[in-house]
């Protein structure tokens, strides 16, 4: 007769969840060295973005200080443009007193050419206020004042922009100690705008190599975030291929047990079946019925008739042995 069978009694499938575990537990260890990069990867790119922040603050510092170093190279040009300015007009002066100059055509100095013309003007206005002439002398003073007076109007923005000092041309010695006077404190000033430049440039200095140093950090710490999220990368890819494998044996598996648990549900089933008495099957109890009309005995709940008459004669031969052994008892105690 066939007994009931459980679940747990046989692992046909045995190799299959080995193999399964195998697969799980090392999807479980790719997944923590996944996270695990993916933890530094997030440390390097906070520290990435904080250098990159300081990086960003540093820069607008040295804005100001490139502005103020431009500040400085445009007062020292200044300076020395001025400085310039009133030696070319010193040095046409002392041409002037040496008879040195070459030709009236050859080009002077703005500032000199605007002191000379300067001088001619008022010569002419007060000759022409103070003293009578001709008809045709004035009207040649008038062209000459109006001719000079252009060329005065065209040369002052030049000459105003160095501020130049007014001289007197009527004494040129003066005038030239004046002018050299003028040009030696340009000079000194263009002196100590370099040196107060020279003064600044450690800081302008420090303040460029701070700055290339946040950029090779920000720089450093970007490359290996990036380094760290590829590595982070190429093991979830690693990941998503294992699965596929993982969810075919999971599927396997799960066809199997699926398999098994039916197979077992109609096996005890059939037992069940084969077990029940007339009173609980009505096909039992017609099977019943047949057995006693064709061979006129039955089989109750596996038991035979042949069972129940040699139950009944051990049962006769037990009564028998007790009988015995009391007349036994009794003769003795006589």
């Known amino acids: 007769m066939r007994g009931r069978l459980n679940e747990g009694e046989e692992r046909p499938d045995a190799d299959l969840r080995e193999r399964l575990h195998a697969m799980e537990t090392k999807v479980r260890k790719m997944r923590e060295t996944r996270n695990n990069f993916n933890a530094q990867a997030k440390v390097s790119a906070e520290k990435r973005n904080s250098v990159q922040s300081q990086y960003k603050e540093h820069r607008a510092k040295i804005e100001l200080l490139v502005a103020e170093v431009r500040a400085m190279r445009a007062e020292i040009k200044s300076f020395k443009e001025k400085r310039n300015a009133i030696q070319s007009q010193m040095r046409d002066l002392i041409s002037q007193i040496k008879g040195k100059r070459k030709d009236h055509n050859n080009k002077r100095s703005a500032t000199a050419e605007y002191a000379d013309l300067k001088q001619q003007v008022d010569a002419l206005e007060k000759k022409f206020e103070t003293t009578s002439v001709g008809v045709n002398k004035e009207k040649e003073m008038v062209k000459k004042i109006k001719e000079f007076s252009k060329?005065?109007?065209?040369?002052?923005?030049?000459?105003?922009?160095?501020?130049?000092?007014?001289?007197?041309?009527?004494?040129?010695?003066?005038?030239?100690?004046?002018?050299?006077?003028?040009?030696?404190?340009?000079?000194?000033?263009?002196?100590?705008?370099?040196?107060?430049?020279?003064?600044?440039?450690?800081?302008?200095?420090?303040?460029?190599?701070?700055?290339?140093?946040?950029?090779?950090?920000?720089?450093?710490?970007?490359?290996?975030?990036?380094?760290?999220?590829?590595?982070?990368?190429?093991?979830?890819?690693?990941?998503?291929?294992?699965?596929?494998?993982?969810?075919?044996?999971?599927?396997?598996?799960?066809?199997?047990?699926?398999?098994?648990?039916?197979?077992?549900?109609?096996?005890?089933?059939?037992?069940?079946?084969?077990?029940?008495?007339?009173?609980?099957?009505?096909?039992?109890?017609?099977?019943?019925?047949?057995?006693?009309?064709?061979?006129?005995?039955?089989?109750?709940?596996?038991?035979?008739?042949?069972?129940?008459?040699?139950?009944?004669?051990?049962?006769?031969?037990?009564?028998?042995?007790?009988?015995?052994?009391?007349?036994?008892?009794?003769?003795?105690?006589?």
């Open 151 to 334: 060329r005065i109007e065209e040369l002052e923005p030049e000459v105003t922009k160095f501020k130049m000092v007014e001289v007197d041309m009527s004494d040129i010695d003066t005038a030239i100690k004046t002018l050299k006077s003028e040009a030696d404190a340009a000079h000194n000033e263009m002196i100590q705008a370099v040196e107060r430049l020279n003064e600044k440039t450690p800081e302008v200095d420090e303040a460029f190599a701070h700055r290339d140093f946040l950029k090779s950090e920000g720089d450093r710490f970007h490359t290996e975030f990036v380094e760290l999220k590829e590595k982070a990368n190429d093991v979830h890819a690693k990941i998503e291929e294992l699965m596929v494998d993982v969810n075919k044996a999971r599927d396997e598996l799960k066809s199997v047990r699926e398999e098994r648990k039916s197979w077992l549900t109609d096996h005890n089933a059939a037992v069940a079946e084969e077990m029940q008495t007339g009173a609980q099957s009505e096909q039992v109890a017609e099977n019943l019925t047949q057995s006693l009309l064709s061979t006129g005995s039955i089989t109750f709940g596996g038991l035979s008739r042949e069972d129940f008459v040699s139950k009944g004669k051990s049962k006769k031969s037990e009564k028998k042995k007790n009988m015995r052994r009391v007349d036994i008892n009794s003769s003795r105690r006589r």
